[in-house]
């Protein structure tokens, strides 16, 4: 089993911090979430690339914790395939880079301009089993989350991926019953910065 309380880097002499980095940082900053950054970590240590959704046994996935400039709403998309209200995401496609993976699939499923990333730390991490569709069997996917902040503007485009988008206040979304149960937990994690 991976050392998930390694010593924390220097980053005035590092790049931006690897994966390994970023998923051990995440289980000193989550402890009680050091089980699911051990999964990502294993995952990540595999030989077969864990960046390409042709890996059925489970690959890499990225969203966007997208909030306004005010940090008070979140972007949400009612997700045309899964047919509910999540953060705007997707598939790493071979992109080793997860940030920027993130940044990227928000700026694409909402027409926003001027986003950017808070910071290359990650917000949340969560494996969540994607269900069987149509020639894909079920399959893992194992998300990074990143806060990405709006800019001025806020009016989105909705993409072909979505039905809907919607603004939603963080708090009013931390109390709600019917949200994804990880919705809520990203929902008090910003709460409680």
């Keep these: ?12 002499t590092a790049q931006i911090p690897t994966l390994h980095e970023q998923f051990h940082a995440y289980a000193r900053r ?3 979430e050091a089980a699911v950054a051990a999964q990502f970590l294993a995952l990540l240590d595999e030989a077969a690339n864990p960046f390409v959704r042709q890996r059925l046994a489970g690959h890499f996935t990225s969203s966007a914790w997208l909030v306004s400039g005010d940090g008070e709403r979140v972007l949400l998309t009612h997700h045309r395939k899964l047919q509910r209200w999540l953060q705007l ?20 499923e909402s027409g926003l301009p001027g986003l950017t990333l808070d910071s290359d730390e990650l917000f949340d991490l969560d494996r969540h089993w994607i269900p069987e569709r149509g020639e ?9 989350r990143y806060v990405v902040r709006a800019g001025a503007v806020e009016a989105f485009v909705v993409s072909e991926e979505s039905l809907a988008l919607a603004w939603r206040p963080v708090r009013e979304l931390s109390a709600d019953p019917q949200a ?12 409680g910065r």
Excluded: I, Q
């Excluded at 089993?1 to 005035?12: R, S, W």
């Excluded at 894909?136 to 990074?144: E, T």
């Design 180 to 191: 994804d149960e990880s919705m809520r937990r990203m929902a008090g994690k910003w709460l």
């Design 89 to 108: 995401g997707g598939h790493a496609d071979g992109e080793r880079d997860l940030a920027a993976v993130a940044l990227k699939e928000a700026e694409e």
């Design 136 to 144: 894909v069997p079920g399959h893992w996917h194992y998300d990074a």
């Design 1 to 12: 089993m991976p050392n998930l309380f390694a010593p924390e880097v220097d980053m005035t």
């Design 30 to 32: 989550w402890p009680e």
